[in-house]
């Protein structure tokens, strides 16, 4: 099993639907989220993170929008990181971020 896991954008963009790759309920997303913010987010909560800046997602392959290489910790699943990186993004952001 690899020890980390990649994160993309989309997948916490709350304007991309479920089925183009969003990983989080959209009341959860934040809108127009970076690789950047990503990776500052999970270093926040305590992950190693790391961004890998000219990739992207399959399934929104004509966006170079980057993906985040996230080391895993021991008993952590990418659901659970995932919610909690909306929840530290939103957080990040300030109140009304989620608009």
Do not use: C, W
Not at 15 to 43: C, F, H
Not at 51 to 65: G, I, L, S
């Amino acid at each position: 099993m690899p020890d980390h896991f990649y994160v993309y954008p989309a997948y916490v963009d709350r304007s991309v639907s479920r089925s183009d790759g969003r990983r989080v309920p959209a009341g959860a997303g934040v809108a127009d989220v970076t690789a950047e913010e990503i990776a500052a987010a999970a270093k926040k909560l305590g992950y190693k993170a790391e961004v890998e800046a000219n990739k992207q997602y399959p399934r929104r392959f004509f966006d170079y929008t980057g993906r985040v290489k996230v080391a895993k910790r021991p008993g952590a699943t990418k659901e659970k990181f995932l919610r909690a990186l909306a929840e530290e993004l939103a957080r990040a952001r300030g109140p009304g971020a989620k608009k």
